[in-house]
């Protein structure tokens, strides 16, 4: 399961699933690139996380789900949304769940996400807010 990444969005509080995970492969974020790479500045994240924009990364399908999933987005009202890859969420129910789980992921997983600055090993605050 851990070597075919796919993103998963769940409440931190709860540590429920919000939405079926989406598989990296997944296309329906198609329209949302192509909306995205019109945007000003959008040649710039290949030189700021490595990757191009396209449907393959994490950020884009957390845009999607934010937009097509009506829980995301009142998780992310709340301020209790989490997301991640499968990893990020079996660690987290491994590690105790909502009764002091950790939210972590390794940097091979997070370096596909877009959110992760490719010259380094942090992520980058300017994307998440």
Same mark, same amino acid.
């Given at each position: 399961?851990?070597?075919?990444?796919?993103?998963? /969005?769940?409440?931190?509080?709860?540590?429920?699933?919000?939405?079926?995970?989406?598989?990296?492969?997944?296309?329906?974020? /198609?329209?949302?690139?192509?909306?995205?790479?019109?945007?000003?500045?959008?040649?710039?994240?290949?030189?700021?996380?490595?990757?191009?924009?396209?449907?393959?990364?994490?950020?884009?399908?957390?845009?999607?789900?934010?937009?097509?999933?009506?829980?995301?987005?009142?998780?992310?009202?709340?301020?209790?949304?989490?997301?991640?890859?499968?990893?990020?969420?079996?660690?987290?129910?491994?590690?105790?769940?909502?009764?002091?789980?950790?939210?972590?992921?390794?940097?091979?997983? /997070?370096?596909?996400?877009?959110?992760?600055?490719?010259?380094?090993?942090?992520?980058?605050?300017?994307?998440?807010?």
């Amino acid at each position: 399961m851990l070597t075919t990444p796919q993103t998963l /969005a769940f409440d931190i509080k709860t540590g429920e699933a919000l939405y079926n995970a989406i598989a990296w492969p997944d296309t329906r974020t /198609a329209s949302l690139v192509r909306e995205y790479k019109r945007k000003a500045g959008s040649k710039k994240l290949m030189e700021i996380c490595g990757l191009p924009l396209s449907t393959y990364p994490s950020a884009v399908k957390l845009m999607w789900m934010l937009k097509n999933v009506d829980a995301v987005k009142k998780a992310y009202d709340a301020g209790t949304l989490a997301f991640g890859t499968t990893d990020t969420w079996l660690l987290y129910h491994l590690s105790g769940g909502n009764d002091g789980g950790v939210f972590v992921t390794d940097s091979t997983n /997070a370096s596909r996400t877009m959110l992760m600055v490719s010259a380094g090993s942090s992520v980058d605050k300017n994307y998440i807010s």
